[in-house]
């Protein structure tokens, strides 16, 4: 009998965590990431949106794939995924206004998120439903955690602050000349910060560099 | 003077890729070679002309409080803008479609050269950027939508051009091996987003 959690399962959610991480190897989901990584919160409240959907448009999908033809599929995708990000947005704007109102126009963005698109196009729609599920887990915790990284470098750097609490230690630093960064909650500095953290893995793992 | 205004804002100073990062999934993928850039660019521009003006008479007409009034007093309250996700999606991935179909039909030429490209516009965030910035900033007239639309076009297709021309000779260049591809045109569109950033608060 198989197991329920076994040796395949594990790698389903640990190989996008690293070698497989769909921002920094697959180039998937960037569009909606980089904007809201100023802010440590508003990071953390992306990244959980961003399981919810996926991990309930994966389940939907790969229950519904045998039902679905193949010439409609990418409709059918997009309207389950719509209409989980719809759902999303209409809670955030009930739950948590502040939010929502920082976030604006990237909780729509969801939808095009090509993370969620692609991993349903590759592997939802060819699995069972137990592995998509841990599948679509597996990569919304790697987009999540260069998604946090960025935000923590950035808060951090930027305003001196994390999840918009002050830092203690902080203050002996200002009275020694210490400046916040301003560049760092400008826009162009996400992508530099997101090479960065590329540069360190590939550094370690020299497998992941690219021909030139 | 107001059309041209949104144009050019729409072209440097809110550049979908260096200013809200849209697009950027294509936009790194595909920036490999100047002429697929150019294709894609050109495809980006012309779905965006045509889905923002057709999501925005949605927009007006339907999703919006009040906006059915035209059914009767009956329908003054309803407000639809909670499906206005799905809306906005369903209409950009049909008029992909169709725009797939026209292409095909009447200019195969244009279609082998941009034929690849265009079922991965639907998934576009910069479309559905578009159409949600537009609906966020409230444009008075269609005309005045459709003018932002194009400027966000050729904003998006100035800057995969830009990075692809930088791409194909940084090919010469000695970077660091951990650097090279990916991680590297990340940092020369930060580093090119930063240029851009010297447009704001220009004021025509």
Known sequence: ?212 | MDLVNIFIKGVFIDNMIFAYFLGMCSYLAVSKTVTTANGLGLAVIFVLGITVPVNYILENNVLQAGALHWLGDNFIDVDLNVLSLIMFIAVVSAMVQLVEMIIEKFSPALYSSLGIFLPLIAVNCAILGGALFMQERQYSTIIEATSFALGSGVGWYLAIVAIAAIREKIRYSNVPAPLRGLGITYIITGLMGIAFMCFMGIKI
């Open chain 1, 1 to 212: 009998m198989k197991s329920f959690f076994n040796k395949q399962h594990q790698k389903l959610i640990a190989d996008p965590l690293g070698d497989q991480n769909p921002i920094t190897i697959q180039v998937l989901g960037i569009c909606s990431a980089l904007a809201i990584t100023t802010q440590l919160e508003n990071a953390l409240v992306m990244t959980l949106a961003v399981i919810f959907v996926m991990t309930s448009a994966s389940s939907i999908i790969s229950i519904l794939r045998n039902h679905v033809p193949n010439r409609i599929r990418i409709i059918v995708q997009l309207l389950v995924v719509a209409s989980l990000v719809a759902l999303v947005d209409q809670i955030l704007k009930a739950f948590l206004p502040d939010a929502s109102e920082q976030l604006s126009v990237f909780i729509g963005l969801i939808i095009t998120n090509c993370i969620i698109m692609g991993r349903l196009e590759a592997f939802a729609m060819g699995n069972k439903v137990w592995e998509s599920f841990l599948d679509a887990l597996g990569n919304a915790f790697g987009y999540g955690w260069i998604l946090v990284a960025v935000a923590f470098v950035r808060e951090l750097f930027g305003s001196g602050k994390l999840l918009g609490y002050e830092i203690p230690g902080f203050n002996y630093l200002y009275e020694l000349g210490y400046m916040n960064n301003n560049l760092m909650i400008l826009p162009p500095m996400a992508l530099v910060v997101v090479g960065v953290i590329i540069w360190i893995q590939r550094a370690r793992n020299n497998d992941l560099i690219e021909e030139n």
